[in-house]
DNA sequence: CGCTGTGAATCATTTCACAGCC
DNA sequence: GGCTGTGAAATGATTCACAGCG
């Protein structure tokens, strides 16, 4: 298995994972068998073990897994052991609760840097951070900025895209309801909120 | 092909295809092939008639689609055609931005109740709407609301998701990262931001 | 002729079921 | 004995390739 190509499904599935392991180490569990964690989670248990198994050998036969031995081990897995250095793009309401979100924290991600087109934005301060003027996004590769997390609105999504690729960026979170074109080496993840509402009426 | 049974991830995709549509109805294009389509979305030509046909003909054959045809059909399909009465509860950051978000207006939600448990934010209006005590969930089966919006923190969100099943609600957005519980006849869309950034840095 | 609609083929993911090991 | 780790089987989704039709 050890050799195999890893499904992007899986990769997806370990933070919730991660989720579920820190919510069995608050209980104080010493230790975690898959089917208890897919109890939890509500996942089949032999995809944990063979998602788990893309990487190693974590558990032990008989006995399960030890709760902070694959806490750290995921956490390794998806490189989340070090702090992240973020930047945000555009200031607005969305923006705003996301840097109200305490959620980023949790996977060490740091927003350091708050960008906005707007003139009456620039030189406020949020949460904190004073906005700057997206025209600054080339600074970021000088301080050490990586991710960067898109919440403007569509029709300027690919211009600061382009801007983040170009400061060197690795990863964008994408909240513009728009589609990213990045080179191959950068990693978008678009979340487009009313297109995930778009679909419940359909079940009702 | 009509009678069979139709994957989740076509119904995933609708809604981006709706988005591809309106982009091409602006242009002022009247047809549109699913080549077209497809180059715009990045999709794959096929999966979009694949898609469209489990629920009709709605092409020409030779010609393509027309895109004002396909509008409509889509929006029926996903039954967005009359308003959806919705409310929010979780008055926080999250809430705020999510009243503040266009996006849901162009699917015809109108966001009509907002509720919280914090006494300080009760009765104080949002965006035009005033905040309720959460307890006063039951009134919305009298008030004709049928979706929910879950922004509250993880470990109210269960209570929440029970309250909302109770006052009828047919549909829950769930942004709180933790798992809902729900009849199996209430669909529940979970999105949790925190999990996505989660496996970013995995890729970089 | 050109594009839809769709069976068939391919590819990917999930689940089963059990060998292997503590 | 019990749970992991994993090939093999089952299931599901995507893509191909072309018949069918305007």
Redesign the pocket.
Known sequence: ??YR?I????IR?LPVYLRGLLYFAETGAKG????K?ADFLH?????I??????F??????????DVNTLIKQTRNILKLGNKHKTALIGAGNLGKAILAYPGFGVYGFEILAVFDSDQAKIGKKISGRTVEDVSNLRTLKKRGISLGIVATPAPAAQQVADALVDAGITGILNFAPHHLIVPKKVKVITIDIAMELGRLPYYA
Not at 56 to 65: A, D, E, L, Q, S
Request: aromatic fraction near 18%; charge should be positive; proline fraction near 6%.
């Open positions: 298995m050890r190509k499904p992007d499904e899986s599935r975690v068998s898959s089917e964690l996942f089949n248990p032999a995809q073990r063979k998602d788990f198994s893309y190693g050998y974590f558990g032990i036969r008989g006995v399960g897994y």
